[in-house]
């Protein structure tokens, strides 16, 4: 996949390409319903398919001092991307001169002048332009007066609600990483590279890779049956695992990160990038009365995720 963060260097060929419009902050069936529409006008028409979002989130950039609430960081976005058959993403820079087009200035400086699409699919509640004036209305007018098609797609539910990013942020809170998979249509994933940590658990018997999560949304704190993708290098492949989330509360105040225990595994992993999945929530953070007592529940909780892991077929 060819990531595109400028309009200045597209590739004439490329011009011409059915995308799909968004922040797409988790990639949750819904988003899917609207990438695939574009993929699938795309393969039609025999041109270029490709997904625009923005970086950064515009919600990170007009309220920059929010609590995190991003699903995903861009590379773990991209990744998902990719496995939805995605060639192109544009990842424009959602900057301050972004933020001061009109709905018309944008579908006529961004969307023909910049990328050339024909074809551009929007969920059915998408906004766009200064102050948020455009809808999918708005942008399917424009269309009709700049040459390109616009397919508004209708949202994604069960029945009761509708899939969105806010509510896979509450599942995770809660504690319910099976009912956010169930919106999401994959585990939830936190990617990132291994830093060096305090190595307390490599002295308990558990060396564990450690993650940070700075800039997410936090899900619970408490312990994970996790699958592991260890994404480069020489341990390349997929893993179990049990994994605590938090800020280990046995050991002072520690900034939040997510410490990952591969099963059967022995390597070093220190800068490697990994993509975990959280897959069952198995107790929240507590403090014991003494080391023996954590190791022991330790073991336990290694114990139930190869259990949880081993009945699950991952995604």
């Given at each position: 996949?060819?990531?595109i963060?400028?309009?200045?260097?597209t590739?004439?060929?490329?011009r011409?390409?059915?995308?799909?419009?968004?922040?797409?902050?988790?990639?949750?069936?819904?988003?899917?319903?609207?990438?695939g529409?574009?993929?699938?006008?795309a393969?039609?028409?025999?041109?270029?398919?490709?997904?625009?979002?923005?970086?950064?989130?515009?919600?990170s950039?007009?309220?920059?001092d929010?609590?995190?609430?991003?699903?995903m960081?861009?590379?773990?976005?991209?990744?998902?991307?990719?496995?939805?058959?995605v060639?192109?993403?544009?990842?424009?820079?959602?900057?301050a001169?972004?933020?001061?087009?009109?709905?018309e200035d944008?579908?006529?400086?961004?969307?023909?002048?910049?990328?050339?699409?024909?074809?551009?699919?929007?969920?059915?509640?998408?906004?766009?332009?200064?102050?948020?004036?455009?809808?999918a209305?708005?942008?399917a007018?424009?269309g009709?007066?700049?040459?390109?098609?616009?397919?508004?797609?209708?949202?994604?539910?069960?029945?009761?609600?509708?899939y969105?990013s806010?509510?896979?942020?509450q599942?995770?809170?809660?504690g319910?990483?099976a009912?956010?998979?169930?919106?999401?249509?994959?585990?939830?994933r936190?990617?990132?590279?291994?830093?060096?940590?305090?190595?307390?658990?490599r002295?308990?018997?558990?060396?564990t890779?450690?993650?940070?999560?700075?800039?997410?949304?936090?899900?619970?704190?408490?312990?994970?049956?996790?699958?592991?993708?260890?994404l480069?290098?020489?341990?390349a492949?997929s893993?179990?695992?049990?994994?605590?989330?938090?800020?280990?509360?046995?050991?002072?105040?520690?900034?939040p990160?997510?410490?990952?225990?591969l099963?059967d595994?022995?390597?070093?992993?220190?800068?490697?990038?990994?993509?975990?999945?959280?897959?069952?929530?198995?107790?929240?953070?507590l403090?014991?009365?003494?080391?023996?007592?954590?190791?022991a529940?330790?073991?336990?909780?290694?114990?139930?995720?190869?259990?949880?892991?081993?009945?699950?077929?991952?995604?």
């Open positions: 996949m060819r990531i963060r400028s309009t200045a260097t590739d004439p060929a490329e011409g390409a059915s995308i799909a419009m968004g922040n797409f902050d988790g990639v949750h069936l819904g988003h899917q319903a609207v990438i529409l574009a993929l699938e006008a393969r039609a028409a025999g041109v270029p398919a490709g997904v625009v979002t923005f970086e950064p989130h515009p919600r950039f007009f309220a920059p929010a609590p995190p609430f991003r699903l960081n861009p590379a773990a976005r991209a990744h998902r991307l990719q496995k939805l058959g060639g192109l993403l544009y990842e424009l820079p959602f900057n001169a972004l933020a001061r087009l009109t709905a944008f579908a006529r400086d961004i969307l023909v002048r910049g990328l050339g699409v024909s074809h551009v699919v929007v969920g059915q509640d998408f906004r766009f332009g200064r102050g948020r004036a455009g809808d209305q708005t942008l007018r424009l009709a007066e700049l040459g390109f098609a616009v397919t508004a797609a209708p949202l994604v539910s069960d029945g009761d609600t509708d969105s806010t509510a896979i942020r599942a995770l809170e809660e319910r990483p009912d956010a998979r169930r919106m999401l249509g994959h585990w939830h936190i990617e990132a590279r291994v830093e060096h940590g305090d190595a307390r658990g002295e308990l018997g558990f060396p890779a450690n993650l940070p999560i700075d800039g997410l949304h936090l899900p619970a704190f408490g312990v994970y049956a996790v699958t592991v993708d260890v480069e290098g020489p341990h492949g893993y179990h695992g049990a994994a605590s989330l938090g800020v280990r509360p046995m050991f002072g105040e520690n900034r990160n997510l410490e990952v225990f099963f595994f022995s390597g070093d992993l220190y800068g490697t990038e990994l993509s975990v999945g959280l897959v069952d929530f198995q107790r929240p953070e403090r014991f009365d003494g080391l023996p007592a954590l190791i529940q330790m073991d336990r909780d290694c114990a139930q995720a190869r259990a949880t892991l081993s009945a699950r077929a991952p995604l």
